[in-house]
Nanobody
Framework: QVQLVESGGGLVQAGGSLRLSCAAA????????MGWFRQAPGQQRQLVAA???????NYADFVKGRFTISRDNAKNTVYLQMQDLKPEDTAVYYC????????????????WGQGTQVTVSS
């Protein structure tokens, strides 16, 4: 099994910055893409940013130029550096990892973190 543990959420004023971290642990056979979704109250979960094992990134239009995703493959950790935060960025942020566990290396699965709250005050 693979577990994802997130950290770094909190309350920040508009224009401020936060850095989210998500560390994968467990019996990991291989790790492919990692990334972040977010979900605001009453809204659907939406992709924020993703990064594959080669370092190629993909961003939602609403965060381009403000958020930066990165990863440390040796630590199986993905980061989301968020700058110039806006009140509309307020949401629960969930990390994910597309991985194969050592117990089932032929079965790729998407694993999710527990979510971390980001609140941006105006």
């Amino acid at each position: 099994q693979v577990q994802l543990v997130e950290s770094g959420g909190g309350l920040v004023q508009a224009g401020g910055s936060l850095r989210l971290s998500c560390a994968a642990a467990g019996t990991i056979f291989s790790m492919n893409a990692m990334g972040w979704f977010r979900q605001a109250p009453g809204q659907q979960r939406q992709l924020v940013a993703a990064i594959n094992s080669g370092g190629n990134t993909n961003y939602a239009d609403f965060v381009k130029g403000r958020f930066t995703i990165s990863r440390d493959n040796a630590k199986n950790t993905v980061y989301l550096q968020m700058q110039d935060l806006k009140p509309e960025d307020t949401a629960v942020y969930y990390c994910y990892a597309d991985a194969r566990s050592s117990s089932a290396p032929m079965i790729p699965l998407r694993y999710w973190g527990q979510g971390t709250q980001v609140t941006v005050s105006s």
